[in-house]
């Protein structure tokens, strides 16, 4: 694996001394988009369109910091780890309403845009109280896993909501110049040997809800592309009228298909012959060296039909990630798999009820990271998790031969 996988195995055992570090650093990321933010949407009054994919930039500034003061301050448990009561008595708010307002599992997405939210400094000020008295609360907590279970959990909330914030950029055409994705050396296929690969994570350290549960899973012979589908491979499809081409799209896709007016990626357009791509507010011309991005799993499906090949599984996915070494490349892209997001054996909800369990069989398994995916979050056995019919998340796909 690479530097990513470390520093993501370290995050997750991090002990109190680099917890303190990691959340002042998370917390500096969101401050500094947010600023970004502002610049751009200032002459909106920082307002942007209903989308479900979108959240309106104050609501989500004022989530992350709810979360982390839900979950720690407020949380009379929080020594307990993943044994905690999820919903204890707990003491008021820093500021009156503001579990009406940022709770997210009981406030609407469609409700966000009406709230009366504080003004941006006043949730900065929020931010900066919640993240001193979180500090102070860590200074005092034991090194073992239960105690320093929800300061792990609010870091690692932070960054995924920091990526949420990339791609809504990028869907608002905001100018985030610096997040820029690289190219992966050209793909090889890698060989990975039939056997019984053995998948779920038990600690020590941090690990999420639904990645608990070890169990075998026996896989083929599997003969699989070590690095992510590029543009220039994608494009081929995309001229071959694969969106045209109704038998090459499962039902579901057919049905996504139909509704949509796209026929080529999202971001995408050609002029002259040249392909551009629509980043972060301004057109360029695609390097077809990158990694396809911006993709449905409808679309990584219907490529994969066209040339003769699959998706692998998360399970397959894993065990090559895991048993390629550096030949295996990752970390630019999200990429779709085949499995459809669903619970291992024995599964139990952690006290964050609203992570994984509504979710389940309603959203397609993606593994890796992205460009905007922070080196903490890229841990191989890290399962992310969308509706298929995404394509304002940095993701795209790797193939696998039908036949190993």
Known sequence: MTADHDQAADARCAGTAALAVALRDTRARTLATFAAYEDALRERGMTVPYSLELNPPLWELGHVGWFQEWWLRRNPQRGRGCAADPDPPRPPPRRAGADAWFDSGRVPHAERWALPLPSAQALRDDLGAGLGESLDLLRGSAEHDDALYFFRLALLHEDMHHEAAI??????????????????????????????????????????????????????????????????????????????????????????????????????????????????????????????????????????????????????????????????????????????????????????????????????????????????????????????????????????????
């Open 167 to 404: 791609y809504m950029a990028q869907n608002l055409g905001l100018s985030l110049s610096a997040w820029t994705p690289r190219a992966h050396a050209p793909a090889e296929v890698l060989r990975v040997e039939a056997g019984v690969h053995v998948t779920g994570l038990a600690g020590p350290g941090f690990v999420f809800d639904n990645e608990l549960g070890r169990h075998e899973v026996e896989l083929r012979r599997l003969r699989i592309d070590s690095a992510p589908v590029t543009w220039a491979r994608y494009l081929e499809f995309v001229a071959a009228d694969g969106y045209e081409r109704p038998d090459l799209w499962s039902d579901a896709g057919r049905v996504w298909l139909r509704a949509q007016t796209l026929r080529a990626p999202r971001y995408l357009r050609e002029r002259g012959g040249v392909w551009q791509r629509w980043t972060f507010g301004r057109w360029i011309d695609l390097d077809p060296a990158l990694p396809a991005m911006n993709l449905t799993a409808f679309e990584a499906q219907a490529y994969c039909a066209w040339a003769g090949a699959r998706l692998p599984s998360e399970a397959e996915w894993e065990r090559a990630a895991e048993s390629a070494g550096a030949a295996w490349q990752w970390g630019q892209v999200w990429e779709w798999t085949a499995s459809a997001f669903a619970p291992y054996p024995g599964f139990a909800a952690h006290p964050y009820r609203d992570y994984s369990q509504p979710w389940f069989h309603t959203r397609q398994v993606l593994r890796g990271g992205s460009f905007a995916t922070h080196a903490r979050m890229r841990h191989p056995r890290y399962r992310n998790f969308f509706m298929p019919g995404r394509n304002d998340v940095f993701a795209g796909f790797r193939t696998c031969a039908l036949q190993g």
